[in-house]
């Protein structure tokens, strides 16, 4: 045998290893079980369970909701807050029966409220106080339901994105709305600025203007959206330069896509100055963790979305696309900052961090202490009308074009 057939036995040997070896574990090796990219047309972003779960963790970790603020909720009537509520997850979320929240009564121990329990056994139905729809799933409502019992749709992602016929299957079934529209019933927005525990004079800039190489970074999963970002970012790039990260551009931040954001944003924050967090949607009060990221770290986020930034969020923390003419003027003002003034976009940290609400507990103190507990009937803030019209008829899709109007680009 000659040293070539040798070598090409081997060779093959070597290739057909390999793909037995990809062809069984690629399945594992693409699918960590706390990621979830999903290529599909109802879920156009990353939804990362594990992230949310350890933001949740840190919050706690935090605020630490003290056994004081439990007791007094016990004194305000020990009876009734010492019987356990049971939330009956009616509809799963992702495929997942229990939302990736887990069942049973612990999540609830840290809340000023803890009296309630996860469960996913539909057949306690009947003990039920409150059912949880998840908005994408079709309702298939029970064939039963006691008076007192509560169902509860649950929203986090925008209306364009949710396709199942408006939502008119909810409209005359529904009590309690949660999502991050404000004037809904519960307000679970995707997290909140808080007061810092500890606020400082002033917040010392750990990487400055100048000393970052590069200027704006875009992570992003969805190249066409419904609010037409892209058409803006087009056209900001050809005054600024836009490095884009992630499915829609050449740059990657991480060897597994998407694996660890938090690892992409401490390379963006010691290099970028400034962050697009454009939202996929213009919805009313709708912002997302495309936000909260950059707030996280130090880079400073640039938006364009349907929440009232102005309000929402502490002054001079982020720079909003609508408060320029028009694309190439955002541009100079972004190429020509000073460090001074990049400086002051930063100012907030010391005052304030970026926290989460813990919506869970907002649940359980909703069945006990509240409207519902006295008596009230509950009724969603559509009701009389049509709860599809109130929840659909919260975006503007149309501003990119109105923006591109007015701006002459
Ligand atoms: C994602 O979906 C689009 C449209 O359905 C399709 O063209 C594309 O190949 C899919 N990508 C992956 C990675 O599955
Ligand atoms: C309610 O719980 C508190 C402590 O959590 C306990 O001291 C009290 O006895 C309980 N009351 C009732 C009526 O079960
Ligand atoms: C939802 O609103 C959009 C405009 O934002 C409109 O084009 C669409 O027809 C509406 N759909 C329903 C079912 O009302
Ligand atoms: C900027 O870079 C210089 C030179 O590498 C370094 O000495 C300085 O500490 C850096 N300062 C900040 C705030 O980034
Ligand atoms: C910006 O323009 C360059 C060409 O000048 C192009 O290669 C790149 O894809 C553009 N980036 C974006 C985000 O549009
Ligand atoms: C991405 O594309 C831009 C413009 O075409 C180019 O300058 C840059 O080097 C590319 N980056 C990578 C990582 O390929
Ligand atoms: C919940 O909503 C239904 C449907 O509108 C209504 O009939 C019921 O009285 C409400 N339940 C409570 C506890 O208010």
């Not at 409209?171 to 400082?200: H, Q």
């Not at 495309?290 to 923390?317: C, M, Q, T």
């Not at 976009?345 to 609400?357: D, E, H, S």
């Amino acid at each position: 045998m000659n040293s070539d057939k040798v070598y090409n036995r081997i060779k093959y040997l070597i290739i057909f290893t390999l793909v037995t070896f990809l062809v069984y574990f690629q399945p594992l090796e693409h699918k960590p079980s706390h990621i979830r990219v999903l290529n599909n047309s109802l879920y156009t972003e990353v939804v990362d369970d594990e992230q949310e779960n350890e933001l949740l963790r840190r919050e706690l970790s935090v605020t630490g909701i003290t056994e004081s603020q439990r007791r007094l909720n016990v004194e305000k009537g020990e009876e009734v807050i010492n019987l356990t509520k049971v939330i009956l997850f009616w509809t799963s979320r992702l495929d997942q029966p229990d939302w990736s929240r887990g069942v049973g009564t612990k999540q609830f121990q840290h809340c000023p409220y803890p009296n309630c329990e996860y469960t996913t056994e539909k057949d306690r139905l009947d003990d039920a106080d409150m059912l949880l729809f998840y908005c994408e799933e079709l309702p298939n409502f029970p064939d039963r339901r006691h008076p007192r019992q509560l169902y509860v749709h649950v929203t986090k992602e925008a209306p364009p994105n949710v396709k199942i016929n408006g939502y008119g299957m909810y409209d005359n079934a529904i009590n309690v709305t949660a999502s991050y529209r404000k004037d809904g019933t519960l307000w679970f927005p995707y997290f909140v600025i808080r007061p810092k525990e500890n606020p400082e004079d002033r917040y010392v800039v750990r990487t400055s203007y100048t000393n970052r190489s590069r200027s704006v970074a875009w992570l992003v999963s969805n190249c066409n959206t419904d609010s037409k970002r892209e058409m803006y970012i087009n056209e900001l790039n050809k005054s600024i330069t836009i490095d884009v990260y992630g499915a829609c551009g050449n740059m990657s931040c991480d060897d597994e896509e998407y694996k660890n954001i938090d690892a992409c944003f401490k390379m963006f924050e010691k290099t970028y100055r400034f962050y697009l967090a454009f939202e996929n949607n213009i919805c009313k009060d709708y912002y997302t963790e495309k936000l909260a990221n950059p707030f996280r770290h130090e880079i400073v986020p640039i938006v364009f979305g349907g929440a009232d930034y102005e309000h929402d969020f502490p002054e001079h923390s982020l720079i909003n696309v609508i408060d320029f003419p028009n694309p190439e003027d955002l541009a100079q003002y972004l190429n020509t900052m000073t460090e001074v003034e990049y400086d002051e976009y930063l100012q907030w940290k010391a005052k304030y961090r970026v926290g989460v609400k813990l919506n869970h507990c907002t649940l359980c103190e909703f069945l006990h202490d509240s409207a519902y507990t006295r008596g009230e009937e509950i009724l969603p803030p559509s009701y009389g009308g049509s709860y599809s019209k109130w929840w659909n008829d919260s975006c503007h899709n149309d501003l990119i074009y109105e923006l591109k109007e007015k701006g002459g680009w």
